[in-house]
């Protein structure tokens, strides 16, 4: 039985904690809070609430606080030093999160704010699970001098050994700058909010003192800037709330780390269901555009309630490509599609670069993937060629070639040359491919070659438009089908397209747990 004496003392002890810890969870207090609010965001504590289920998150590290003293930071204790860290559960799986505090000290890392961040990345390595993080912060805490950037370094060092370990997801929800950019750039993914995040190495006032160049923040790295030219964000969101919600979404179709595969979920939707309606979409010209997502839209499960089946990654970025996540009787897969009404679905340099980090992520996180093939060939033209899209497009066939996932390939309408090659045919070690009636697979299309193969002839020629014409149809009834490459063994099977789905999931159902060894080395060198 306590004494009145000792509980004295423990409730003075405990009213200490409770008044410190509402210290602590005021942040930069009610102005600090006051001026985040005015700029239309959330407080980090208020982000972590909403991403995570109700009541889990546990927080670590409370009480930590800056160590630097500099520039009068003696004077000062940062609360939580700056970046909120813990973990919880995300539809019942474990996650580690952090949310950086704009409103104490601009976010900005230190010392003490890295070390907490890198305890929680060590965690998340050692449990095997996703870690989340909020970024909103003004970079390197400058009066901490080299210490802060000492901890980037810790913190880029763990983005990048556990690359591939663990899934890494990054939002940023502020103006973003430095080092608070280039740990996001080590993630898997990053997502922005319109209006609210920006995504910079240096600012406008330095790009305007350096280079003389007047540009806004948007401009330089909004969300829509930081997406559609840069590359850098995978989702330029409306609202925080839709964003953390993203987030929440993307999840359910990886599995917690690289030791599992993710987790299988059933929406019900038949493995069986035909769709006689499916060829409708395509047209039989092999120049018409048509919208490739309503065929993904058809094939893959159906959600109950009508809600978009897919999850894409840079709906605005490289638009003749489309990566996103689906499921086939409930297996989450990585679909790499080209979308014919964006440059033809040309291969070009941020194509390559968009689908191959995509399959690099898939293969690293065993996620299978399915090739939705029509592609003209790549993008000619001095851009493409200077702008590097032999290396950019080598990245490719290195990403597919290495990836040892279950890969399944199904041409819809054509694959042309190296595009062919470059969309993951068998000897690039698709596991099944399979062809539409309507597809052309050759090294060219029949124009471009029967103009190279009867030159001669078409010279001599009195009537060398008509001779063309004949000769682009013998081509065309030679090569311009799947059945020559069928008979090769290019091709397991021509399909007729109603049975789409049924055909892929079966297909995918035999290699879900196929073993493909590699020979031993310490890492391979991908093309840049
Ligand atoms: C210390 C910082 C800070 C920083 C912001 N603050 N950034 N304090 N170190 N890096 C403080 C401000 O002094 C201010 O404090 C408060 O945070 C809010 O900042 P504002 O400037 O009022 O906000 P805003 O107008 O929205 O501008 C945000 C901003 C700007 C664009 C991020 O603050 C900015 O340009 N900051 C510096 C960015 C930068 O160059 N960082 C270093 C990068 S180098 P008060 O007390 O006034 O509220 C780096 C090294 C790693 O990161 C590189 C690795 C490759």
């Known amino acids: 039985m306590a004494t009145r004496e ?8 405990l009213a200490d904690l409770k008044e410190r810890q509402e210290k602590i969870k005021a942040m930069g207090g009610r102005d600090g809070v006051a001026k985040q609010k005015k700029r239309g965001k959330l407080t980090a504590r208020e982000r972590i609430d909403r991403l995570l289920d109700k009541g889990t998150f546990c927080e670590t590290g409370m009480f930590a606080t800056n160590r630097g003293t500099a520039l009068g930071m003696d004077k000062i204790q940062v609360p939580a030093d700056g970046v909120v860290t813990g973990y919880g559960k995300i539809d019942g799986r474990k996650v580690y999160v952090y949310a950086q505090d704009f409103t104490t000290v601009g976010g900005s890392l230190s010392e003490i704010h890295a070390a907490k961040i890198c305890h929680i990345m060590d965690s998340a390595a050692k449990v095997g699970c996703p870690i989340i993080s909020i970024n909103d912060s003004g970079g390197a805490r400058i009066q901490d001098g080299v210490d802060a950037l000492a901890g980037y370094g810790q913190i880029f060092y763990r983005n990048s050994i556990f690359s591939g370990v663990i899934p890494q997801i990054c ?13 996001p750039a080590l993630m898997d993914f990053i997502f922005m909010v319109k209006g609210i995040s920006y995504a910079f190495i240096t600012g406008p006032q330095v790009v305007k003192a350096v280079m003389g160049e007047e540009i806004n923040p948007e401009e330089l790295g909004g969300a829509i800037t930081a997406q559609k030219k840069a590359g850098v964000a995978c989702r330029s969101e409306n609202s925080e709330a839709e964003c953390l919600e993203s987030i929440r979404e993307l999840l359910g179709y990886l599995p917690s780390s690289n030791r599992e595969r993710p987790k299988r979920v059933d929406l019900g939707d038949d493995p069986n269901r035909i ?13 018409k555009p048509y919208d490739i997502h309503k065929i993904i839209e058809r094939v893959f499960d159906q959600e109950p309630n009508g809600k978009k089946n897919y999850f894409e990654l840079f709906p605005i970025f490289a638009t003749n490509i489309i990566t996103c996540f689906a499921r086939l009787n409930g297996w989450s897969v990585g679909i790499i599609a080209q979308q014919p009404m964006s440059k033809a679905g040309c291969l070009d340099i941020d194509a390559c670069d968009k689908a191959s980090r995509f399959i690099r992520f898939c293969d690293a996180f065993n996620i299978p993937i ?3 093939v029509d592609v003209p060939g790549y993008l000619p033209g001095t851009d493409q060629e200077w702008g590097g899209i032999i290396r950019h497009g ?3 066939l290195y990403a597919y070639s290495e990836a040892t996932v279950p ?13 062919y090659l470059g969309m993951c045919c068998k000897d690039l070690g698709a596991d099944t491919v399979f062809c539409w009636p309507t597809t052309e697979l050759a090294v060219m299309g029949p124009e471009g070659a029967a103009a190279v193969i009867f030159r001669k002839e078409l010279e001599k020629a009195e009537d060398a438009d008509a001779l063309l014409q004949e000769k682009i149809q013998e081509y065309r009834s030679i090569f311009a089908n799947p059945y020559r490459a069928a008979e090769h063994l290019h091709v397991d099977d021509v399909i007729d397209p109603a049975e789409t789905r049924p055909r892929l999931i079966k297909a995918l159902e035999m290699v879900i747990d196929k073993m493909e060894p590699r020979p031993k080395k310490k890492h391979g060198i991908i093309p840049t």
Do not use: E, H, W
């Open 407 to 419: 890969k399944i390939t199904l041409t819809i309408r054509k694959a042309y040359g190296g595009a």
């Open 6 to 13: 000792d509980k004295q003392i423990k409730d003075k002890l």
């Open 370 to 372: 399915i090739n939705l």
């Open 394 to 396: 080598a990245k490719m």
């Open 275 to 287: 769709d006689p309606t499916l060829f409708d979409i395509v047209p039989a010209s092999p120049n």
């Open 171 to 183: 939002a940023i929800l502020g103006p973003c700058a430095g080092g608070g950019v280039y740990s």
